[in-house]
Nanobody, 116 residues
Framework: QVQLVESGGGLVQPGGSLRLSCAVS????????MGWYRQAPGKPRELVAA???????NYADSVKGRFTISRDNAKNTVYLQMNSLKPEDTAVYYC??????????WGQGTQVTVSS
């Protein structure tokens, strides 16, 4: 049973930083592609950052230069480093992982609130 456990969300002041983690367990397979999405109240879920199986990385225009997606293969964990946070970054953040089996899994979501 594959599980994705997200952590690292919380309340931060504008201009602050957070690092979200998404740990994959229960799989003997490797991470193929990964992405972070977010959903603010009343808005559709949107892609924030993604890394394809070929290594290409894409960011939403709204987070370019502030967010960084990365992975630790040894820990089977995916990260989203978020710097210079703005109130409009407030949302529930979800990780999406595509395993080498092509199965897709979602994390449970973690709340990020940017407020003074």
């Amino acid at each position: 049973q594959v599980q994705l456990v997200e952590s690292g969300g919380g309340l931060v002041q504008p201009g602050g930083s957070l690092r979200l983690s998404c740990a994959v367990s229960g799989s003997g397979f490797s991470i193929n592609a990964m992405g972070w999405y977010r959903q603010a109240p009343g808005k559709p879920r949107e892609l924030v950052a993604a890394r394809t199986s070929g290594g290409s990385i894409n960011y939403a225009d709204s987070v370019k230069g502030r967010f960084t997606i990365s992975r630790d293969n040894a820990k089977n964990t995916v990260y989203l480093q978020m710097n210079s946070l703005k109130p409009e970054d407030t949302a529930v953040y979800y990780c999406e992982i595509t395993m080498s089996t092509r199965a897709i899994y979602w994390g449970q979501g973690t709340q990020v609130t940017v407020s003074s």
